[in-house]
């Protein structure tokens, strides 16, 4: 019994004392949380990325139904959502797949409300309605945009679905302009 100790300590004192492979496990100790840091860095990155682009599409495709090209032209939620995504091609095909559309008229500013679109977790789109208005109306827009998170650690931070996704929202209120009838 004695004699497996003292091959036990020999072993372990061996083990301690060994400079071999020092450099690769630092490496290893260091590198996990350093490479979950950067893709923490880059994918907050991504959705700050996304959100300000889709600020900037909203407001372009705002234009529209603020001077009334939209409504004279027959436009309908999928024509919205459409030129919303021209001003986000960089997104491809995922963007109309996961863009959603709220247009709604009030009677005066005051009257505003906005309303959470989710259910249970997910987003709802009955909760969401088209209605443009018509020359001076007061128009809420509001476009939501569902990012998947990649970096699990972001998940708990950023998630605001129950699927891993985070819901990216663009809001512009205005009066339409007076176009003719």
């Not at 690769?24 to 991504?46: D, R, S």
């Amino acid at each position: 019994m004695a004699g497996m100790a003292r091959r036990k300590t020999s072993l372990l004192r061996r083990f301690a004392e060994a400079r071999k492979g020092a450099a690769a496990v630092e490496f290893a100790l260091v590198a996990t949380p350093f490479l979950a840091l950067m893709f923490g860095v880059l994918e907050l990155g991504l959705v700050f990325m996304v959100s300000t682009t889709l600020d900037n599409a909203v407001d372009t495709a705002s234009r529209k139904i603020r001077t009334g090209e939209l409504q004279t032209a027959g436009g309908t939620a999928e024509t919205f959502k459409s030129a919303v995504c021209a001003e986000m091609a960089y997104l491809g095909p995922s963007c109309s797949a996961n863009v959603h559309v709220d247009v709604r008229t009030f009677p005066k500013f005051a009257d505003v409300a906005i309303t959470d679109p989710t259910t249970d977790g997910a987003f709802d789109e009955a909760k969401t309605t088209f209605a443009p208005g018509t020359s001076e109306s007061i128009v809420l827009v509001r476009v939501y945009y569902e990012w998947t998170l990649i970096t699990p650690m972001l998940n708990q931070g950023l998630e605001s679905l129950s699927n891993g996704k985070r819901l990216i929202a663009a809001t512009a209120t205005f009066r339409n302009e007076p176009y003719g009838s």
